[in-house]
């Protein structure tokens, strides 16, 4: 297997890059290889304390669970208190035992850089690869898993969001344009997503690949598809509104992102349901067994129980093809 080859009708040079997202993928993020865990960027770089105190008093909105969606259990006493997360690793794998000399490293990256680009189309990562989207609501769960996974399996992490942020923090004209559509709760065009994702997993020079919040709609799993590859896996991430609501309402406390506040989680819930929920109906049309729901309501060590069993699987197949 590895990052299966696409059945679908969508062309390979379908995604025109506008000129906005190429001036994005010139100063996009740096790719770090293998950084540990504890030198990961926090959100002190420049994202920290952008919201106004908030009101500790805010009542939960009623709100009405999402049509289709997932319905698991209620929010355990005691969630959301134990981990302080902000961000996730933009790209995170385990710290190698030594750094390769800067020389080395570089010219790594341009070889699998090369190697990256040919043949071009549906496809066209050449090299067996595996790759596994983590999805879902906002405030599921998505980044603390991620690390959990990265820690385990030795993924490199791709957070989309993260991506866009580092983006709106070198606020020029793309990355104002970024901001304003997040503030929003709305998507970012696919092209300048899609463009930032394909850029560090080239620069990453791996093959395992763990994509955090992309695609969040069909036509960015399309397009993911026609460049790049298939997905080996959708893990989706269940949890009801209530409980992801409280979770980023708490996390906005501390986490200085313009979005976790209580007038943008609801606009990120609509575009969630309207949006992104249909991705996974996409993905069970495709393949039936390339979703795997998990609840992620219990405690996040609970969790990721389910998911190692889950990406073990995944891996063993991987392998024995
Ligand atoms: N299983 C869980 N139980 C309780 N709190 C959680 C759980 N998973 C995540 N959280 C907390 O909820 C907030 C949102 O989690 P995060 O991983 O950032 O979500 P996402 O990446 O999906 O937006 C964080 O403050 C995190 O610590
Ligand atoms: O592929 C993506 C990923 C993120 N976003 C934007 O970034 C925001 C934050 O996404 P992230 O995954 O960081 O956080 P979540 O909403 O899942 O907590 C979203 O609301 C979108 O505005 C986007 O447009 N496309």
């Known amino acids: 297997m590895g990052c299966r080859q696409s059945t679908l009708a969508t062309e390979p040079n379908q995604i025109k890059k506008s000129k906005e997202a190429d001036d994005a993928l010139e100063g996009s993020p740096r790719v770090e290889l293998a950084p540990s865990q504890a030198n990961r960027p926090q959100s002190a770089d420049g994202v920290r304390g952008t919201d106004s105190p908030r009101d500790n008093t805010f009542k939960l909105q009623p709100i009405p669970p999402f049509a289709g969606g997932p319905q698991v259990g209620q929010l355990p006493a005691g969630s959301g208190k134990s981990e302080k997360k902000t961000e996730h690793a933009v790209v995170a794998a385990p710290p190698p035992a030594k750094p390769p000399p800067l020389r080395r490293l570089k010219s790594a990256l341009k070889s699998a850089s090369k190697n990256f680009d040919k043949p071009a189309g549906i496809g066209s990562i050449s090299t067996k690869r595996t790759v596994v989207f983590v999805l879902g609501g906002p405030g599921c769960g998505k980044g603390t898993q991620c690390e959990r996974i990265v820690k385990e399996f030795g993924f490199v992490h791709l957070s989309a969001g993260d991506l866009l942020r580092l983006e709106v923090k070198k606020a020029s004209p793309l990355g104002k344009k970024c901001d304003a559509l997040m503030k929003e709760g709305k998507l970012v065009p696919v092209e300048i997503t899609l463009g930032l994702i394909e850029k560090a997993m080239k620069a990453s020079g791996k093959k395992l690949f763990l ?111």
């Open 211 to 321: 994509i955090d919040g992309f695609p969040r709609a069909i036509d960015q799993a399309k397009a993911f598809e026609a460049k790049i590859c298939r997905p080996d896996k959708v893990l989706f991430l269940e949890c009801p509104k209530e409980v992801m609501q409280q979770r980023l309402l708490k996390r906005g406390e501390s986490s200085g992102r313009s979005d976790d506040n209580e007038a943008t989680i609801i606009k990120r819930f609509e575009t969630f349901e309207k949006e992104s929920l249909p991705v996974i109906g996409h993905y069970n049309s495709i393949d039936k067994n390339i979703v795997s729901k998990v609840s992620s309501v219990p405690p996040p060590d609970q969790v990721y129980k389910t998911i190692q069993e889950i990406l073990r699987k995944t891996l063993e197949a991987q392998a024995s093809t």
